[in-house]
């Protein structure tokens, strides 16, 4: 089975300029994660949908980060204006629904940013 | 907030079993233990997890202390491979109730 697919690996971008990120789940996995993992921390989850729904976005700071999930499937995240704080790897998630078993996750490798 | 606690980190001789503590005092009656682990530049992938019972499968042993509070993720013969960040998470079972929040994890380094 293919995995969580996450695009770019890597970017570099100035502080005030806009990013965007794009992970492809799955096949067939309904929930859909995306999590911010500072440099010597735990991931954090940023927000949470189920098919095209948002279930969870409580820590996703949306005054300058959005993301949506159109068609269900795919799903990009957003953040504009950058700041030099949100340099951090950004992870994809994916299981197969909502209330999925602990061990139902699956990853993406991540997309690394930098805002210099 | 993180219902573990974890060292900081760890080091492990090639070859030799790793033995990674995590303690989680506050775990309620239906929650699991899960562990995953990060090795650089890649996402978290799942290990193992169990309730009460001492787990095994064919990457590492989990045992669980009677009361719950700690457990313990065995790796039995730690390769260089096994050099990654190792996070212990406690969550529901299933349902929609709560998603994997991780802590900082432990840093196993195996040397050869």
């Known amino acids: 089975e293919a995995g969580v697919a996450q695009s770019p690996r890597y970017k570099i971008i100035e502080k005030r300029q806009s990013v965007a990120f794009w992970c492809n789940p799955i096949?067939?996995?309904?929930?859909l994660y995306w999590y911010q993992q500072i440099l010597g921390q735990g991931p954090k989850l940023l927000i949470q949908?189920?098919?095209?729904?948002?279930?969870?976005d409580s820590q996703l700071p949306k005054d300058r980060f959005s993301a949506e999930r159109l068609k269900g499937v795919d799903s990009t995240l957003k953040i504009q204006p950058a700041k030099l704080e949100d340099s951090a790897v950004y992870l994809c998630?994916?299981?197969?629904?909502?209330?999925?078993?602990?061990?139902?996750?699956?990853f993406g490798s991540g997309t690394r940013l930098t805002v210099v | 907030d993180a219902k573990t606690t974890q060292p900081p980190s760890m080091d492990c001789a090639e070859g030799r079993a790793a033995n990674l503590p995590c303690n989680h005092s506050t775990i309620s009656g239906n929650e699991y233990v899960y562990w995953y682990r990060q090795i650089h530049s890649q996402g978290p992938q799942y290990i193992i997890h169990g309730l009460k019972n001492n787990e095994t499968n064919e990457m590492a042993s989990l045992i669980i202390t009677e009361d719950r509070k700690s457990s313990t993720l065995i790796l039995p013969h730690a390769t260089l491979r096994d050099t990654a960040v190792y996070y212990c998470?406690?969550?529901?079972?299933?349902?929609?109730?709560?998603?994997?929040?991780f802590g900082k994890g432990t840093k196993l380094s195996v040397k050869p």
């Open positions: 949908f189920q098919n095209n729904g948002v279930v969870d």
């Open positions: 096949s067939g996995h309904a929930t």
């Open positions: 998630a994916s299981s197969l629904n909502q209330g999925a078993l602990g061990y139902g996750y699956t």
């Open positions: 998470i406690v969550r529901y079972y299933g349902g929609s109730q709560g998603n994997l929040i």
